[in-house]
Every structure is written in structure tokens, then in C-alpha cells.
């Protein structure tokens, strides 16, 4: 079958399915629930409440057969250039045991180092000149951010070792925040950043080096690919942990770039969390497409986006110490197939990726879910929950799950016309009250969702969940035709910045070939800050 032959499938089952609502799918087919939903091991993933059906899926796995996933996968694994626009392999697996590395580069024996200098800190064996150390600040940005500071969050009950701090942004405030408590001779300071060069983390290293003093010499280490850079900031071979090209910026956690997270949960966690992502790579590559997870999450994923059209998706963890798995999530698939061309070059003749957003349940129940069920756009929901707390109450888990799994069913089901107004006449209300009241408080339903289950969140889980997404986008990109591990939309707004610190620092004029709307705020600027 063609690509394009598929496409047209996908799409032609897509109208028939625009047409039936989810109401008519349980109707039709009450085994729903155990046909569309998938497990590995502990993992469920629930598609019940997506509009599609049988049909629908064969068209998509067809879809996915005709642009060659599983070869492309194949790709991958066997560390061709897969990332045609940077020359460069993608081989992130290898650093989680699922992939070969090149043979020069010894990816256990980096692990081991970076796990050692974690538990060297841990254990105070590498101390501050204050004694032992009390607190990391990790500086990195994107992909050397990210990563660690949402694991150290999720992994809370996990982290024995020294506080974890986050520091990314280039407003100066973000340091100046976090270091305020801080004791200098007793913080660890970690650059991060696979080139070495990127402007905020860059500046925030200096300014971390400024407020550290004497002890940075002993408290500053570095993580990146660019060894040279890192000795030329001052920090020796001996404190700098590397990694290679073939590890893109948002699948770098995995590598020295998890560093912080290692030193908060030290080498039997951080070992854990690889195990879980190699358990995901090897469902994913050994799974046949109609039973592998990443593959129908994307599958799925496809269908919201390019059969029924619908241009954001909404991650809603019920899990609050996932509060920047949404975040994460969003660099992972917007940076990866936020793209107009194909891998040739070409434009692509398909919608690609979704915008995506969340925020924890059920605060977010409270804040922005009212559009969801009743504003005019359908924005498709990813709920993820574990299904035991760790550490918390268990009455207050119970709540928790409730809450995920109502908001399930009230976007599909809704609530009809008839089924409030039979409640309100119920309730006592008068007839004029009803024909006031009942349109607000009518639910459309026939709004999708997918739910993500799993028995506990711990290093193991977490790691897979996230292997989980990263899998997903890959075929997402395979589908697409787009080149998912490049990220050329950062750059031009880096150049541009770089043109326009000299008119806001000298107070001098802007570059030549400044639009009039940017040079207008260079002069509000100038007046506002005088
Ligand atoms: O946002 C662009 C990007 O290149 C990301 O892909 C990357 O994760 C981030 O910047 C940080 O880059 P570096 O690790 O080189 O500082």
C-alpha cells in the first residue's frame, strides 16, 4: 500500500467516525473497554474513550506499515544518521542498553563514573569548603534542564541525598532565587549543557561561579560533549563528565546530563530508572505494532491530529509530583516534530505536531477544564495516574483517582438536555428555571481521552513512562516524514538576540534593517529604564 493510499484511509474513516459520537461507539460495541485497551506488564493504556474504532486502527497500523516504521526503528537501532539535517545517529537507547554505541565510546564505563562521583558526593567524600555538600544546583537549559529537574520532582520520596535545585532561565532572578538560602561553601554547582555555548546557561554559570567565590574551584563540575569549552571556563578533566553527539539535547537525561538526579537518588535509583526505559525499548522494538504502546499512542495521536484535526492536546497527570511531566513532554514533541518540512526538504503536505500543555488534576479541574467540556474547541486529554500513592494518604489517592477517571467520563458522555432537565425537575426547580438554566448546564460530551495506568510511580516507572513518550514521537516523526531530532526553530531568534543586546546594553542604536515595530520597543525601553 501507498503512503498516500493510506493516508486517504485514515482520512476517509476519520469523516465516518467525525459523524458518531462516542455515545453510539459504547453503544455499538460494549466490549470497548478491554478491545482498546493495552498492557505491558503493569503499564495499561486505555483508548476506549477515543473516537475511533477497529477500522480505524487497522487504517492506522496499515498507515504506519506504508511509511516504514519498523525499518526506520531498525534505522535507529542499527546507528544510521538518522538525523539527516546534523549528521548525526540517534542513539539514546545505547545509553539505557538498548542500542549499540559507536565502538570508541565506552557508555558504561561514563555511567560509572558519573554514578561513582554521584555517591563520592552523597557519601561526603566530595565536599564543599564548608563540609559535606547540602544542596546541587544544576544550570542547564531545554534538554539539560528538563529532564532532571522533572524527575527530581517526581522522585521526591526517592531523593536521599543533597537538596536539588533547577536553574534555567536567563533572567537573573532565577539564580539569584534559588542560591538565597543557599550556603556557598556547602552547594554544588553543575554546568550543563551539551555544547557549551548556549547563551543563558553560559551567563548563569559565570554568575554562579561570582557567587560560589574561592570554593568554586572545588564546587563547580560540567557535563557536556564540548570538553575543551569546559576547561577553558576553568573546570578541570577530572570534574567534567561527558557524552556524545549521538545523544540529542531532549533525550539527554539518560546520559551525565541525569547527574543532579544521580546524586539525589544515587546509583541503585539512577540504575533503576535506565532499567525502566530499557524495559520500554525493548516492548518497542520487539512488540508487534498492534500491540506496542509508544506505537498506538502516536497512532492514536495521529488520528486526533490528522483525521479528526484537532490541534492541541491536553497531559493531565493526576499525579502531583509529575507537575512538570507536561513541561517535559512539551520540549520532547514540540522541539521534535514542530516541522514544516520532511526529511527531504520538502513541505509537508500533512498537519505534524500538536501543541501540548497540561497541568497536574486535579488543579487543573479547578482552572482550565471548564473549556474542555464546554468551550467550542475539542482538546483531546492524555490522563496518566498511578495507581497506588507512594508515600501518601491513601483516602487522598482514592480522591485523586475518582476525580481522573470522572473527568474521563464526563468529556465523553457528557451530560443531554433531557438527562438535566429530568434532574432538575427531580431537584423541584420550576419550568422557567429549567428553560433558563438547562443550555449552561448541558455537557456535549464526545470529547476524547486517553488514560495512562500504571501500579506505582518510582525510578523504574518513571523511566519507562518517559521512554514511553520518547518512542511515541519517534513514530509520530516516522509518520509525519519529519526530521524529529534537529531544532532549527531556535535559532533565528538566538542570532536575532545576539544583534540586539549591543542597542539594549550601550543604549546604542539597533542593527541596520530593524523593523520599525522591535525599534519602537528598543526606544520605550530606553525611556522606561532610564
Ligand atoms: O532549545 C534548543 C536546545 O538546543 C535544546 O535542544 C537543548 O536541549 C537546549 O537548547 C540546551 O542546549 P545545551 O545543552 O547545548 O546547552
Not at 475518582?402 to 425537575?425: D, K, Y
Request: hydrophobic share 45%; glycine share 10%.
Amino acid at each position: 500500500m501507498t503512503i498516500e493510499t493510506a493516508w486517504a484511509a485514515v482520512r476517509d474513516r476519520g469523516e465516518i467516525l467525525k459523524a458518531t459520537s462516542l455515545r453510539d461507539l459504547f453503544a455499538a460495541g460494549p466490549d470497548r473497554a478491554a478491545s482498546f485497551s493495552f498492557r505491558d506488564e503493569d503499564l495499561v493504556i486505555n483508548f476506549s474513550k477515543e473516537k475511533l474504532d477497529q477500522a480505524a486502527l487497522d487504517a492506522l497500523l496499515a498507515l504506519a506499515r506504508a511509511s516504514d516504521v519498523e525499518g526506520l526503528r531498525d534505522d535507529v537501532v542499527a546507528g544510521e544518521v538518522v538525523n539527516v539535517t546534523e549528521g548525526r545517529a540517534v542513539l539514546h537507547m545505547a545509553l539505557r542498553g538498548g542500542a549499540q554505541p559507536p565502538a570508541s565510546d565506552d557508555v558504561e564505563g561514563a555511567l560509572a563514573r558519573f554514578l561513582a562521583f554521584a555517591e563520592r558526593v552523597r557519601s561526603g567524600e566530595v565536599a564543599g569548603a564548608g563540609g559535606k555538600i547540602t544542596d546541587v544546583v544544576n544550570i542547564g537549559i531545554g534538554g539539560s534542564d528538563l529532564g532532571p529537574a522533572m524527575a527530581a520532582r517526581a522522585l521526591r520520596p526517592d531523593i536521599d541525598g543533597p537538596r536539588l535545585h533547577f536553574v534555567s532561565n536567563v533572567d537573573g532572578a532565577h539564580l539569584a532565587d534559588t542560591v538565597a538560602a543557599l550556603d556557598p561553601a556547602r552547594t554544588l554547582v553543575i554546568v550543563s549543557s551539551k555544547t557549551f555555548t548556549t547563551l543563558e546557561t553560559m551567563a548563569n554559570a559565570r554568575l554562579a561561579r561570582d557567587w560560589l567565590g574561592a570554593n568554586a574551584v572545588g564546587q563547580m563540575v560540567a557535563v557536556s560533549t564540548k570538553l575543551d569549552a569546559c576547561a577553558d571556563f576553568g573546570i578541570p578533566a577530572e570534574r567534567v563528565f561527558g557524552f556524545w553527539d549521538w545523544v540529542g539535547g531532549r533525550y539527554s537525561l539518560w546520559s551525565a546530563i541525569g547527574l543532579s538526579l544521580a546524586i539525589g537518588i544515587g546509583a541503585e535509583g539512577f540504575r533503576a530508572f535506565l532499567a525502566g526505559a530499557a524495559a520500554m525499548d525493548r516492548h518497542f522494538c520487539e512488540t508487534p505494532l498492534e500491540s506496542n504502546l509508544p506505537v498506538l499512542l502516536a497512532l492514536v495521536s495521529i488520528w486526533r491530529r490528522n483525521a479528526m484535526g484537532w490541534p492541541t492536546v491536553a497531559l493531565i497527570p493526576y499525579d502531583q509530583r509529575l507537575e512538570r511531566f507536561a513541561a517535559y513532554v512539551q520540549q520532547l514533541d514540540m522541539e521534535s516534530n514542530g516541522k514544516r518540512v520532511t526529511r527531504e526538504g520538502a513541505p509537508v503536505t500533512v498537519a505534524t505536531g500538536p501543541v501540548i500543555w497540561g497541568e497536574p488534576g486535579t488543579n487543573a479541574q479547578h482552572s482550565f477544564f471548564q473549556l474542555l467540556h464546554l468551550g467550542t474547541d475539542v482538546v483531546p486529554v492524555d490522563f496518566i495516574a498511578a495507581a497506588r500513592p507512594r508515600d501518601a494518604d491513601p483516602a487522598h489517592h482514592t480522591l485523586l483517582l475518582a476525580n481522573c477517571f470522572a473527568q474521563g467520563q464526563a468529556l465523553a458522555f457528557g451530560r443531554t438536555a433531557s438527562e438535566v432537565e429530568a434532574e432538575m425537575r427531580a431537584a423541584g426547580r420550576s419550568e422557567a428555571e429549567i428553560a433558563r438554566l438547562a443550555p449552561h448546564r448541558t455537557f456535549p460530551g464526545d470529547r476524547p481521552s486517553t488514560t495512562i495506568l500504571f501500579r506505582g510511580l518510582d525510578p523504574f516507572s518513571l523511566g519507562r513512562l518517559i521512554a514511553l513518550f520518547e518512542h511515541k514521537v519517534f513514530v509520530q516523526g516516522a509518520i509525519w516524514g519529519v526530521n524529529s531530532y534537529d531544532q532549527w526553530g531556535v535559532e533565528l531568534g538566538k542570532v536575532l538576540a545576539g544583534g540586539l543586546i549591543p542597542a539594549l546594553r550601550d543604549r546604542t542604536e539597533p542593527p541596520p534593517g530593524t523593523d520599525a515595530s522591535t525599534a519602537g520597543l528598543i526606544d520605550n525601553l530606553k525611556e522606561l529604564s532610564a
